[in-house]
Antibody, heavy 124, light 108 residues
Framework: QVQLQQWGAGLLKPSETLSLTCAVY????????WSWIRQPPGKGLEWIGE???????NYNPSLKSRVTISVDTSKNQFSLKLSSVTAADTAVYYC??????????????????WGQGTTVTVSS | DIQMTQSPSSLSASVGDRVTITCRAS??????LNWYQQKPGKAPKLLIY???SLQSGVPSRFSGSGSGTDFTLTISSLQPEDFATYYC??????????FGPGTKVDIK
């Protein structure tokens, strides 16, 4: 059974860089995209971006200029960096696996395995 | 950009009630619609994908329907463990995913 375990710094000052890592245990690392999603306190979910085992990335256009997602296939890990953080980046950050299912020749993608979440607070 | 809306934003219901939550997309997304359940302090859980396909392990009291712009999540008989917030998510514009604002289901 696939499990995701994530970690990283929980308290940052404005202008610093957020850095989180997610490790994949118990399943295949290749063949999937791996995503980061965040949730500000009391608010909804925002997709940040994703990466696959070969390092191909896709980012949310609203965050693209500040986001870097990287992969370390030797450790089955992927990481998120978000630069120049502000209080608006305060959120719980989740990593997740993106799975595609074929139905009648069409592929449907969803996030079926999630990490436990990391609370990141940006405060001076 | 595809925008997602949900209604209602919250609802109160009793155990055993039939509950319906609606999600609407700003443009047609065919059946590229997922539903998630999130309990306080926990990560979201995938319930339904492709608008109406039940994720493995999810109880059959959950069902999804719809296509195009209008979608529905139905809980046929609400159980105590179903009190949570429910989010829809479009995957039509993959790799860009967009979530709805959520519907909180609490105890009447």
């Amino acid at each position: 059974q696939v499990q995701l375990q994530q970690w990283g710094a929980g308290l940052l000052k404005p202008s610093e860089t957020l850095s989180l890592t997610c490790a994949v245990y118990g399943g295949s690392f290749s063949g999937y995209y791996w995503s980061w999603i965040r949730q500000p306190p009391g608010k909804g979910l925002e997709w940040i971006g994703e990466i696959n085992h070969s390092g191909s990335t896709n980012y949310n256009p609203s965050l693209k200029s500040r986001v870097t997602i990287s992969v370390d296939t030797s450790k089955n890990q992927f990481s998120l960096k978000l630069s120049s953080v502000t209080a608006a980046d305060t959120a719980v950050y989740y990593c997740a696996r993106v799975t595609g299912r074929g139905i009648w020749g069409y592929y449907y993608y969803g996030m079926d395995v999630w990490g436990q979440g990391t609370t990141v607070t940006v405060s001076s | 950009d595809i925008q997602m809306t949900q209604s209602p934003s919250s609802l109160s219901a009793s155990v055993g009630d039939r509950v319906t939550i609606t999600c609407r997309a700003s443009q047609s997304i065919s059946s590229y619609l997922n539903w998630y359940q999130q309990k306080p302090g926990k990560a979201p859980k995938l319930l339904i994908y492709a608008a109406s396909s039940l994720q493995s392990g999810v109880p059959s009291r959950f069902s999804g329907s719809g296509s195009g712009t209008d979608f529905t999540l139905t809980i046929s008989s609400l159980q105590p463990e179903d009190f949570a917030t429910y989010y829809c998510q479009q995957s039509y514009s993959t790799p860009i995913f967009t979530f709805g604002p959520g519907t909180k289901v609490d105890i009447k």
